[in-house]
């Protein structure tokens, strides 16, 4: 289960028998565990159901996408193998602070997944491998941040485009996205923000106003008129959610500038060319989205994993062999923290 228009994920199971007749049980449901922090819920219960045995029309491909799933599959081992593999390493430092809120942990070392199980208040989740596990703002480096620098290397004029020029909602009278670009958007420097303590523009009780939007209309119009100009873009780092979403929505306006208005951001760039070849799972390949026509994905989170998908997405963006084909050498060099004399 998905809480509506957040990012948080409730996993559970649900058992019933099978009757002589073709005909099922009532179903018993479960769920002890979340993947947020604040909202804990034990649910649990009984329900009837129905079995209606048939081929679904997309079956084939549904095949296809399971069997390419499994065949990327990285070779899972438990921590405690950490030792043996690794003398005199131990596995217990790698416990994070507040176990008790940790759906699962783990690190992949010569090309062995080794893996936490996944906890539940009733004991260990039974289907750890297929555990469904939410981006929350990992989206802004995996969706935004990847998507930004495939755009300026197949354009690189994108990331000087004044931001009012693309957005329509941030041509304000008081110009202040007149002179905010792309590049000012992915690194969160764009002068405009309400307070410099950090992270409290984004505590601030009037995020929520962003956070429970549910039409493009009304998140776009927050993200463009919340913050007000406090000095010139690109001089101070101020962490927004916003800032992403805005870029999201410049990203989106200007690949359908240049592929047509069917062009889309996740499917175009995300899934189609990073997500399909890694062979990441199909809870991967969605993306949250405005509840309105735009269906503008939200960018700085709303992606969804496996514990696979992570594990491939971690040995992707970490290799060498990224970059030549994808990206411009100077933004991946300097998001890897390799070579930031192209910082500008």
Same mark, same amino acid.
């Given at each position: ?115 936490? $199980? ?59 996205? $007149? ?129 696979? $998908? ?35």
């Amino acid at each position: 289960m998905k809480e509506k228009n957040q990012n948080c994920l409730h996993n559970g199971l649900l058992t019933f028998l099978f009757k002589n007749d073709g005909s099922v049980s009532r179903v018993a449901y479960q769920v002890g565990s979340e993947t947020c922090q604040y909202l804990k819920i034990n649910l649990w219960g009984l329900a009837k159901a129905r079995y209606l045995p048939g081929n679904p029309a997309n079956e084939a491909e549904v095949i296809k996408a399971w069997q390419q799933e499994t065949a990327s599959q990285i070779p899972v081992e438990p921590l405690k193998a950490l030792a043996v593999r690794y003398p005199g390493f131990d596995p217990d430092k790698l416990l994070p602070p507040a176990a008790r809120d940790i759906t699962v942990y783990g690190l992949v070392a010569d090309g062995v997944h080794y893996r936490s $199980d996944c906890p539940t208040r009733f004991g260990p989740y039974p289907y750890c491998d297929v555990i469904d596990l939410p981006s929350y703002s990992t989206a802004k480096s995996v969706f935004a941040g990847l998507a930004y620098m495939m755009m300026v290397r197949q354009w690189p004029e994108f990331e000087r485009i004044n931001i009012s020029s693309l957005v329509p909602a941030c041509r304000l009278r008081d110009g202040r996205w $007149d002179d905010v670009t792309p590049w000012h958007l992915i690194n969160m420097m764009t002068g405009n923000y309400g307070s410099d303590v950090f992270a409290a523009d984004e505590d601030s009780a009037a995020m929520s106003t962003f956070f429970l939007a549910e039409s493009h209309a009304d998140k776009i119009r927050f993200s463009c008129q919340a913050w007000p100009r406090q000095q010139a873009p690109g001089t101070r780092l101020i962490y927004h959610t916003t800032d992403h979403y805005l870029l999201g929505t410049a990203m989106a306006r200007f690949l359908h500038c240049k592929k047509g208005p069917e062009a889309d951001i996740f499917r175009d760039l995300i899934d189609k060319q990073i997500f399909t070849p890694l062979g990441l799972s199909q809870t991967s390949r969605v993306s949250q989205r405005t509840y309105d026509k735009a269906a503008q994905p939200l960018a700085a989170y709303g992606l969804f994993y496996r514990p696979n $998908d992570i594990a491939l997405l971690g040995g992707f963006i970490h290799g060498d062999h990224a970059y030549p084909t994808l990206f411009r050498y100077q933004e991946w060099s300097a998001a890897m923290f390799t070579d930031t004399s192209h910082l500008k």
